[in-house]
């Protein structure tokens, strides 16, 4: 049974600052992996999408990476701005029967 | 102690028929949200219903999708005429308020159009 877990649960950083968010998952056979922002009175948003053949992706400050065959990825929010406070998710498609497997999010916060 | 179920968990349809979808949030939850997710691509974000009342219809695709909700229960989404660029996993999930950070998913209804 795939298992998604993300690292830490919760997180406070000044604005400016670099950060990671994690996220690991036990079973390789994925179809590929996202990661979502959610915030607070709205639906996800979709923020980059890995499928399962590729290493990264990056869209503007953002960069996701895929170690499949270790079962992690990493997401790299690069200078931060209070407006990136948010819940972030990691989600994985799997390969058998296309589910959606979500882990718990990461609660980011950054402060002015 | 159920969390949000979706029926039927895979849907086969023809192209042009109508197919309706259905979800059940967890008690208590006034929020309900649909997504859809098509193979290779991110969630979209279709509507979102505040007790039975949907104040963002923004993400419907066409006037071929509908959603309804009844009271602060059961949510139904309706695609009429369905085209084969319909095929995708539809996600239903559910909030305690629309505020709620914490949304619940439901294991979705995986939809192909023939």
């Known amino acids: 049974k795939q298992e998604v877990t993300q690292i830490p649960a919760a997180l406070s950083v000044p604005e400016g600052e670099n950060l990671v968010l994690n996220c690991s998952f036990t079973?390789?056979?994925?179809?590929?992996l996202q990661w979502f922002r959610r915030d607070p009175g709205k639906g996800l948003t979709s923020l980059l999408l890995?499928?399962?053949s590729q290493r990264e992706q990056t869209s503007g400050r953002l960069n996701a990476s895929l170690d499949k065959s270790s079962g992690r990825s990493t997401l790299y929010i690069a200078a931060s701005q209070p407006g990136d406070s948010a819940t972030y998710l990691c989600?994985?498609?799997?390969?058998?029967?296309?589910?959606?497997?979500w882990g718990a999010g990461t609660k980011l916060i950054i402060k002015p | 102690g159920a969390g949000v179920s979706q029926s039927p968990s895979n849907k086969v349809t023809e192209k042009g028929k109508d197919v309706e979808l259905r979800c059940d949030p967890i008690?208590?939850?006034?929020?309900l949200y649909w997504y859809r997710q098509r193979l290779g691509q991110g969630l979209e974000f279709l509507i979102y219903?505040?007790?039975?009342?949907?104040?963002?219809k923004s993400g419907l695709p066409s006037d071929r999708f509908s959603a309804e909700r009844t009271g602060e229960s059961v949510s139904t989404l309706t695609i009429q005429r369905t085209q084969q660029e319909d095929s995708a996993v539809y996600l239903c999930?559910?909030?305690?308020?629309?505020?709620?950070?914490?949304?619940?998913f439901g294991p979705g209804t995986r939809l192909t159009v023939t």
């Open positions: 989600a994985v498609l799997m390969d058998s029967n296309y589910q959606l497997i």
């Open positions: 999930a559910s909030s305690l308020t629309w505020a709620s950070y914490e949304q619940y």
């Open positions: 219903f505040q007790g039975n009342s949907a104040p963002d």
């Open positions: 890995i499928q399962s």
């Open positions: 079973d390789s056979a994925i179809y590929n």
């Open positions: 008690s208590g939850h006034t929020a």
